[in-house]
């Protein structure tokens, strides 16, 4: 579902209805911060067990545009937290090392 390849229901009338009337409720692609989307993410973050996000984990919503915009906030994460990791366990950090694994199927 990113990447802008449709896997779902590629103009199947009921999947735009749905779209359609999602549309009309949300709008995540702007810049702009009003309350319903407040309302989205801590709904979205009432869905994941309160054990997880009493411990700090869990327990924030990025809004993002895209597949890719999504993926690369996913790997700006994931280094931070290793790089952090090793600081903490005073283990070297390369700043080159950009490796990632990536599986399929």
Known sequence: MVNNVAILGHSHSSVIEAATNQLKLLNTNSRFVYNLLGQFT????????????????LNVVFLVNSGSEATDLALRIARTVVSDRRRRSGLPIDPLSRDVVCLTG
């Not at 801590?42 to 984990?57: A, C, L, N």
């Open 42 to 57: 801590r709904k979205i973050i009432s869905k994941i067990p309160t054990k997880v996000t009493r411990q700090g984990k």
